[in-house]
């Protein structure tokens, strides 16, 4: 009973859309009818600003760390990456946003955070890395997300190394629209790094 509990709470504040709410909250707009469409950080960067986009992206990180610290509070021997997994399924289908919500990775790495917080370190700096040699959001996402699966078999935590599997499954899964137009050359660039739109 108690896991069912954790599992719903887990989706549930996965479920909470950050970008649609600071939008239509505190700027009268809706993120999804703009951009790319997604409810996600990057958009909300690219259409709300820095501002939003860093208020989002730390939500949305959060809502994967709380989830994946349920287990911890509520004194459950379930693994937390376990829970975590419903928030970045919530995150990807909201109940509260018509289940069309965002591309899994700042929640991903929210429930890392929550889970093992070196790891997620580690994997920061290779997206740092990626999207400033890129200036790629999408790209730098792909690559940390595959690196961190691989890495993840080193750990001597299958269940986690389970987890990030999935997740990276389906990051790569929301992100099929970007690899399609990063093979084309037409994939967004960020005002910043080394190939930044001019």
């Given at each position: 009973m108690l896991e069912a509990i954790m599992f719903l709470l887990a989706y549930l504040l996965g479920s909470i859309p950050s970008g649609v709410w600071i939008g239509k909250l505190f700027y009268k707009t809706d993120v999804r009818e703009h951009g790319s469409g997604n409810s996600g950080t990057t958009n909300t960067f690219r259409v709300l600003g820095k501002k939003a986009g860093i208020i989002v992206l730390v939500l949305d990180i959060l809502k994967g760390t709380l989830a994946a610290l349920l287990p911890i509070w509520l004194g459950s021997n379930i693994h937390p990456m376990v829970v975590g997994l419903f928030a970045v399924i919530g995150h990807v289908y909201p109940i509260f946003a018509k289940f069309k919500g965002g591309k899994a990775v700042a929640t991903s790495a929210g429930i890392a955070l929550g889970a093992?917080?070196?790891?997620?370190?580690?994997?920061?700096?290779?997206?740092?890395?990626?999207?400033?040699?890129?200036?790629?959001?999408?790209?730098?996402?792909?690559?940390?997300?595959?690196?961190?699966?691989?890495?993840?078999?080193?750990?001597?935590?299958?269940?986690?190394?389970?987890?990030?599997?999935i997740a990276m499954i389906i990051v790569i899964v929301r992100h099929k629209s970007n690899i399609g137009r990063i093979k084309n050359g037409t994939e967004n660039k960020v005002p910043f790094g080394l190939k930044k739109d001019k």
């Amino acid at each position: 009973m108690l896991e069912a509990i954790m599992f719903l709470l887990a989706y549930l504040l996965g479920s909470i859309p950050s970008g649609v709410w600071i939008g239509k909250l505190f700027y009268k707009t809706d993120v999804r009818e703009h951009g790319s469409g997604n409810s996600g950080t990057t958009n909300t960067f690219r259409v709300l600003g820095k501002k939003a986009g860093i208020i989002v992206l730390v939500l949305d990180i959060l809502k994967g760390t709380l989830a994946a610290l349920l287990p911890i509070w509520l004194g459950s021997n379930i693994h937390p990456m376990v829970v975590g997994l419903f928030a970045v399924i919530g995150h990807v289908y909201p109940i509260f946003a018509k289940f069309k919500g965002g591309k899994a990775v700042a929640t991903s790495a929210g429930i890392a955070l929550g889970a093992q917080p070196i790891f997620l370190l580690c994997l920061a700096v290779i997206w740092g890395v990626v999207l400033y040699t890129s200036s790629m959001v999408s790209l730098a996402s792909i690559i940390a997300v595959i690196i961190g699966a691989i890495a993840s078999l080193f750990l001597g935590d299958p269940l986690f190394a389970l987890i990030v599997w999935i997740a990276m499954i389906i990051v790569i899964v929301r992100h099929k629209s970007n690899i399609g137009r990063i093979k084309n050359g037409t994939e967004n660039k960020v005002p910043f790094g080394l190939k930044k739109d001019k």
